[in-house]
């Protein structure tokens, strides 16, 4: 294979394989913002194969959307040392992604200094939001890239300076005379460059070239308002080297590939977006398989997993990050279904806890509906709930947040630890230049956000449900599914009417007798099955009755309907077997007062209530509908 | 009657927006106003890309027609047509 075949080889990886699976994270979530209708073009040109033909697609599939919903009008600058009209249409489709409708204007090559110190230049005009600079020492300073026929270190030192001055008066003119801010990149590490080694070694070549620029650029942005850095080089390493094409290079005098191109438009687009986008408020935080992992009231306080052995460091590293955006400003907000006395003895008794239960501004620690909970969080905080983003690990709940919230930001799209982490890391959510820049928000993204209000508005829970395409199974106990019953009636806690652990022989004795009914549950929805995550035992009574053993669902599965389905069809078959009447017991734990009315919900009539047991009558027996969301695949 | 469906064709065509029963013979870069230096710059990368090769410097010199092209493709052993 030859060289520039190898090239070619490494430039058709799909975007962000490189950077590991958060770089597609990221993108999911720059294109939930775009209309519906351009999103398939757009993620086709994002994708694995991208050419210039899917690139004009995405682009005329966003200039076609609804006008209310493309964003608003944005004129940005874009000056680079190189050719970047070559690359146009990439980056434009990267600036559409913010989103808005880009104006963008692409100076010739290597007319950075002349736009900047010309008033006359469009970059002065009123209404350019932004001008982005991109340059490479490769242009700007090519005798670093060969300093052993550039003169000595003195040569090299006093090109370097006369380089910075250059810089140093564009930027600050600039900034003098114009009004719009200044994004400027950081030079990337030269890609292709000899003498490696040598280089590495001297004070006067590139690669110390490139580093002291750098770190100039950065004091000189600290000094000077209204100038930013766009850490170019960070890109250009994290990318590597399937971002650049070195036959584009000769040929257009343009460095990049077209993945590098999209790429660096989205970089661009991202650097431009606080300039319209307030950045968010508040972080909305899950507690169990989030802040740590395992699921507090199932597993135990001692049993759930943060510290400093893997995976747990996962999730100590998560809540590090919490906490460091706290330190920068952004609320934490905590929302879980659990028991609040358990969460509370987590934050305080668990050795590697990170954060602080007095760390959250806000907390719902309650088994209502998430959606509800951030409603009354917004309330409480006295901010629009469009500030919120919100980290959870559950696929129901983020779905759930959605569609009843479609301005909330859902920061990742799986459950999976490590990417949680990265989209926490990765995320735009929090992006700002200083922490006072929230003000700089302008107009444009509210009026975005008006005409987006309108979906998702008048969901209703039962909408949702369907929605999700639930499908259950249910199945008689038998040897196939008995050790996962076994597992559930070990692990279940919180809907678990009566806690009995029963060994695998009683459970079998239980099924042996004569008349007795167990059920099991099997859940799949919209994201994949769930497993069993119902059962449900009954042995005969007295009376031609029926006695509710135990009657469990999986704390991942409430609020789906999962035990009314299963009452439904036990009446089904009580009914056919000419049993009369059904009788049930809440046994109280110190976990499981979620089910305490639930047998009431059902319309039992209460017979008795002692501290250890409350029993409950349902006699007779009628028909009962099972959820209408609820499809019975093994009834189809 | 077998219809063949030719990849490069269908490349060409809607990289340049050509009316669809243009000649095979009629997609040279002369005739083609869009085709200039730039155009050919993104349609290297575009046949690369969809085909998965890599051209050389000496081969990209010689791009400059349908023919060309699908020699410059049959030479590293990629059929266009089906």
Known sequence: MSYLEQEQQKALRPLGTHAGREGRGHLDAVISRLPESARPAVMEAFGKAPTWAKVRRANAALEGADANLQGPEVVVHLLASFNLEPIEAALRLGLACIPCRPQMQVAPLNTIEQHLLDQCSGVYREHNLATVVLWRIEELLPEALLPYSSGGADAAKERMESLWQRIETACCAYREMGKSPLVVATFPAPQQMSGLMLNSQLVGGALNAVAELNCRLRELAASVTGLHIMDWNWWATREGAAAFDPMMEQMARQPLSLQGALSLGLFVARHVRPFLAPRRKVLVLDADNTLWGGILGEDGLWNVKLGHEFPGRIFLRIQREARELKNQGVLLALVSKSDEAEVRQAFRELPDMVLRWEDFASRRVNFNHKYESLRAMAEELGLGIDSFAVLDDSDHEREQIRMFHPEVLVINQRSDPLHMLQALQSTDAFDAYSLTGEDRARHGEYQLREARSGRGHGANLEEFLHALRLEATVERVEEGNEQRVLQMLSKTNQFNLTTRRHRLEEVKALMEKPGSIGLTLRLADKFGDQGIVGVLLTVPDEGHRLRIDSYLVSCRALGRGVEECLWAELVKQALKDGVQGIVGEYIPTAKNALAEKFYNKLGFVQLEQTPSVTRYLMEPLKPVDPPSWLARKDEQ | ?82
Do not use: C, H
């Not at chain 2, 005739?31 to 230096?37: G, K, N, T, V």
């Not at chain 2, 090769?53 to 023919?67: N, P, T």
């Open chain 2, 1 to 82: 009657m077998i219809v063949e469906t030719d990849r490069l064709r269908d490349l060409l065509v809607e990289f340049f927006e050509l009316a669809p029963e243009t000649a095979l013979g009629d997609i040279v870069q002369e005739r083609i106003a869009e085709w200039d230096s730039l155009a050919m710059v993104q349609l290297i990368v575009e046949i690369q890309n969809v085909f998965g090769v890599g051209f050389d410097v000496e081969e990209i010199e010689q791009l400059a027609s349908y023919s060309q092209i699908r020699q410059a493709l049959n030479r590293k052993g990629v059929k266009v047509s089906q």
